[in-house]
C-alpha cells in the first residue's frame, strides 16, 4: 500500500496507489481517501488511519481519482512538525567527511518549510558554489515519542517509511567562515520527500537499496542495512532529547557518493537529480538558480 497527495501545491488531496499487474503489464489505480481524511498529516496517523485505508480497500468503499497520473505529485506527509536530520550514519560517508563513525548519533533539526515534491524543481541559493545531493530513508512518526523506554517501544511509534533528498550546501553547513549545519540545511525546497509513504508494516525498512543519479550517471549506491543506527534507535535515541509527535519526519542519514567526498563536481543550474529508496519510490529534481 502506496499513500500519495495529489494536486497543486498547497491542495493536495490524500489518495492511495493500489498496484496490480494485469495482461499488459502493471495497472497503478489511485483511489480516493477524501471518503476518510481531508489530509495525510499527523492526526490521521495517530488516529489509526493507516488500518482505516485498509480496511477501506478490502470493502471496496474508495472512488477512483479520474486524471491521476496528470496531477502534480505532492510530499506524502503533510508538512511535519518537525523535520530531524541525522548526519553521518553511514561510515563509510562518515570517512568521505573527514570524520571518524559517531558513538552517538549526530542530530539536527530542518524547518519543516524546506519540504517539497519529489518531482518539484529544486533551487540552489543565489550565491551558493556547493550545493550537494544526498539520498535517504526518511522515517514518519504514527504516535507520540518522548523518553521511550526501549527501542521495541520506538518500533511500535513508526507509521511508515519515505524516500527523501537532503540538498545540503556544503559552504554554508561546514566550519569556515560562520558555517553552520543549521545555514547549509534550512534552504527553501531542500527536502524533497516521496513519491509515496509505505506503512512499516509493509516494508523492512533496514534492508532497503539506496541509490542516486546526476545527470544519469550513478552516485550513491548502497543499502540501509549499512546505518550505524537503524529507525528504532534513532526514534528511541531521538525521544530522550525531543518529543516526535506524530506526522513529523526523521530522515536517516546518506551513504558515501555525494558531491562532498571530492569525487564528483558540485551541483549546477539545469542539472537532474534523481534518488530512490527501494519499495519506497524514485524522485526526480531539475535544478535552477534560485533569485
Given at each position: 500500500?502506496?499513500?500519495?497527495?495529489?494536486?497543486?501545491?498547497?491542495?493536495?488531496?490524500?489518495?492511495v496507489?493500489v498496484r496490480?499487474?494485469?495482461?499488459?503489464?502493471?495497472?497503478?489505480?489511485?483511489?480516493?481517501?477524501?471518503?476518510?481524511?481531508?489530509?495525510?498529516?499527523?492526526?490521521?496517523?495517530?488516529?489509526?488511519?493507516?488500518?482505516?485505508?485498509?480496511?477501506?480497500?478490502?470493502?471496496?468503499a474508495?472512488?477512483?481519482?479520474?486524471g491521476?497520473g496528470?496531477?502534480r505529485?505532492?510530499?506524502?506527509?503533510a508538512?511535519?512538525?518537525?523535520?530531524?536530520?541525522?548526519?553521518?550514519?553511514y561510515a563509510?560517508h562518515?570517512?568521505?567527511?573527514?570524520?571518524?563513525?559517531?558513538?552517538?548519533?549526530?542530530?539536527?533539526?530542518?524547518?519543516s518549510?524546506?519540504?517539497?515534491?519529489?518531482?518539484?524543481?529544486a533551487?540552489?541559493?543565489?550565491?551558493?558554489?556547493?550545493?550537494?545531493?544526498?539520498?535517504?530513508?526518511?522515517?514518519?512518526?504514527?504516535?507520540?515519542?518522548?523518553?521511550l523506554?526501549?527501542?521495541?517501544?520506538?518500533?511500535?511509534?513508526?507509521?511508515?517509511?519515505?524516500t527523501?533528498?537532503?540538498?545540503?550546501?556544503?559552504?554554508?553547513?561546514?566550519?569556515?567562515?560562520?558555517?553552520?549545519?543549521?545555514k547549509?540545511?534550512?534552504?527553501?525546497?531542500?527536502?524533497?520527500?516521496?513519491?509515496?509513504?509505505?506503512?512499516?508494516?509493509?516494508?523492512?525498512?533496514?534492508?532497503l537499496?539506496?541509490?542516486?543519479?546526476?545527470?544519469g550517471?550513478?552516485?550513491q549506491?548502497?543499502?540501509?542495512?549499512?546505518?550505524?543506527?537503524?529507525?528504532?534507535?534513532?526514534?528511541?535515541?531521538?525521544s530522550?532529547?525531543?518529543?516526535?509527535?506524530?506526522?513529523?519526519?526523521?530522515?536517516?542519514?546518506?551513504?558515501e557518493g555525494?558531491?562532498l567526498?571530492?569525487?564528483?563536481?558540485?551541483?549546477?543550474?539545469e542539472?537532474?537529480?534523481?534518488?530512490?529508496?527501494?519499495?519506497?519510490?524514485?524522485?526526480?529534481?531539475?535544478l535552477?538558480?534560485?533569485?
Amino acid at each position: 500500500m502506496r499513500i500519495v497527495r495529489l494536486g497543486e501545491n498547497g491542495r493536495e488531496q490524500p489518495a492511495v496507489l493500489v498496484r496490480a499487474a494485469d495482461g499488459h503489464g502493471r495497472q497503478d489505480r489511485y483511489f480516493s481517501l477524501l471518503p476518510l481524511t481531508e489530509e495525510v498529516d499527523g492526526a490521521f496517523l495517530a488516529s489509526g488511519g493507516v488500518a482505516k485505508v485498509r480496511e477501506a480497500l478490502r470493502a471496496g468503499a474508495l472512488p477512483l481519482v479520474e486524471g491521476a497520473g496528470d496531477l502534480r505529485v505532492g510530499a506524502p506527509i503533510a508538512r511535519p512538525g518537525a523535520v530531524v536530520g541525522i548526519g553521518m550514519n553511514y561510515a563509510a560517508h562518515a570517512a568521505e567527511s573527514g570524520s571518524a563513525p559517531p558513538e552517538i548519533p549526530v542530530v539536527f533539526l530542518k524547518p519543516s518549510n524546506t519540504v517539497t515534491g519529489p518531482f518539484d524543481p529544486a533551487p540552489i541559493p543565489p550565491r551558493s558554489g556547493k550545493f550537494d545531493w544526498e539520498v535517504e530513508l526518511g522515517i514518519v512518526i504514527g504516535s507520540e515519542a518522548s523518553y521511550l523506554q526501549s527501542v521495541d517501544e520506538a518500533r511500535g511509534c513508526i507509521a511508515g517509511y519515505v524516500t527523501a533528498n537532503d540538498f545540503s550546501e556544503r559552504e554554508y553547513q561546514l566550519p569556515g567562515a560562520a558555517g553552520q549545519w543549521t545555514k547549509g540545511k534550512s534552504l527553501p525546497g531542500s527536502t524533497p520527500l516521496g513519491p509515496w509513504l509505505v506503512p512499516a508494516d509493509d516494508i523492512d525498512g533496514g534492508n532497503l537499496p539506496l541509490r542516486s543519479w546526476v545527470n544519469g550517471e550513478p552516485r550513491q549506491d548502497s543499502d540501509t542495512s549499512q546505518l550505524i543506527f537503524d529507525a528504532p534507535t534513532l526514534v528511541h535515541h531521538c525521544s530522550q532529547y525531543m518529543r516526535l509527535e506524530p506526522g513529523d519526519v526523521i530522515i536517516t542519514g546518506t551513504p558515501e557518493g555525494v558531491a562532498l567526498s571530492g569525487r564528483f563536481p558540485y551541483l549546477q543550474p539545469e542539472d537532474v537529480v534523481e534518488v530512490e529508496v527501494e519499495g519506497l519510490g524514485r524522485q526526480r529534481q531539475e535544478l535552477f538558480r534560485a533569485g
